[in-house]
């Protein structure tokens, strides 16, 4: 059964540095998500992307977030300066299409101290 | 936007069935109901969704009355490896479904 991988599983960082998160969605679906959980918190969406370009981003995207499909393949999402508040489980996700099940990835749990 | 209610824990024993019910008082016309679970450090995964009536796949039933104010997501004979957060969501009408979830339904299933 296809699925959603991420990649790494844990990513630790020091503040201010930057991180790229990366996801291989499934392969035919067309519609791309980054979801965050920080610890004992909801999953919260934070962007949406088609064709190459952000559909939808919460209030949370600002301008330390983007995301990126640079080849066939992969949907990366990178914190330009991380902070201590970025720590969270990062979760991206995939679907056919606009309105279809999402389905999730393992998530990438990062760390910044 | 449509918010959803659920329990925010129930227990249960290995064996029995559980039903997790989900108010959705303000779900639009083109919403769809969709109930995915939760391990810890894991990903969410899908169950089930459905937008009418009953509806059951190998893992669970969704039953959604006629005014589909609520739904209930069923589990039966539930194992140890059942225990998980279940959340109930309500898509966000058309266009992306930008999934908002809740805090979900904590359910423990003890021996």
């Known amino acids: 059964e296809p699925e959603v991988t991420q990649t790494p599983s844990h990513q630790v960082t020091q503040m201010g540095q930057e991180v790229i998160l990366r996801c291989v969605p499934i392969s035919n679906h067309l519609y791309f998500y980054w979801y965050r959980q920080i610890l004992g918190q909801k999953v919260e969406f934070l962007v949406s992307?088609?064709?190459?370009?952000?559909?939808?981003k919460s209030e949370i995207f600002d301008d330390q977030f983007s995301v990126e499909r640079p080849d066939g393949s992969n949907f990366t999402l990178k914190i330009r300066s991380t902070k201590l508040e970025d720590s969270a489980m990062y979760f991206c996700a995939s679907s056919v299409g606009r309105e279809d099940t999402q389905y999730f990835g393992p998530g990438t749990r990062l760390t910044v101290l | 936007l449509a918010k959803t209610t659920q329990p925010i824990s129930m227990d249960s024993y290995e064996g029995q069935e559980v039903n997790i019910t989900c108010s959705h008082n303000n779900i639009a016309t083109n919403d769809y109901i969709t109930w995915y679970q939760q391990f810890p450090s894991q990903g969410p995964r899908f169950i089930i969704q459905?937008?009418?009536t009953k509806v059951t796949n190998e893992v669970a039933s969704l039953f959604i009355p006629a005014d589909r104010k609520s739904s209930t997501l069923s589990l039966p004979r539930v194992s140890l490896s059942d225990t998980a957060v279940y959340y109930c969501l309500v898509a966000e009408g058309t266009g992306f479904q930008k999934l908002v979830f809740g805090t979900g339904t904590r359910l423990l299933v003890s021996p």
């Open positions: 992307f088609y064709n190459n370009e952000i559909s939808e």
């Open positions: 459905g937008y009418k």
